[in-house]
């Protein structure tokens, strides 16, 4: 009985330690090549972020930051809701179909999630997804190249 306390505090206890508030919202899904041709005028990509925790996070000033050296900040009053998702879009210049790492900045400038180099050259429906929603054990195996979920 002593073990089994002890074993279920440990449990308790490993349960509520939590992961740090930040640590919650990841670059969940990116669509480099949306299907059909794009212009450098007209929004052809977008960038989902996705909080897998428990409680909403206000992510106003927020930075995502291209290895292009692009940066887009998340504007004012922008809340993830818990176990919801953002999308942000972007136009062509922004986004190059390939190659592209995306790291996502919290005002304080403290990295927050990165990708792994993603490319997209198929002009279809497909885009780079975490698979389910969240997954993040910094690997590639985290990724997978799936229909289009913008927003879900
Ligand atoms: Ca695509
Ligand atoms: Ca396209
Ligand atoms: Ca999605």
Do not use: C, Q
Request: hydrophobic share 40%; net charge negative; charged share 20%.
């Amino acid at each position: 009985m002593k073990t089994l306390l002890k074993v279920l505090l440990a449990v308790f206890l490993v349960a509520s330690s939590g992961a740090p508030a930040l640590g919650s919202i990841v670059i969940n899904e990116v669509e480099l090549n949306s299907p059909g041709d794009e212009d450098f005028t007209r929004t052809y990509a977008w960038i989902e972020l996705y909080n897998s925790g428990s409680a909403s996070l206000d992510i106003s000033g927020w930075k995502i930051v291209s290895s292009e050296n692009a940066t887009a900040v998340i504007p004012d009053g922008t809340v993830i809701p818990a176990i919801g998702y953002y999308g942000l879009t972007k136009t062509l210049d922004w986004l190059p179909h390939e190659n592209v790492v995306l790291v996502l900045v919290s005002p304080n400038g403290t990295e927050v999630d990165r990708t792994p180099a993603l490319s997209d050259t198929e002009d279809n429906e497909l885009s780079w997804t975490r698979d389910p929603d969240g997954r993040d054990t910094d690997s590639i195996d985290d990724w997978k190249f799936l229909v289009s979920s913008n927003g879900f």
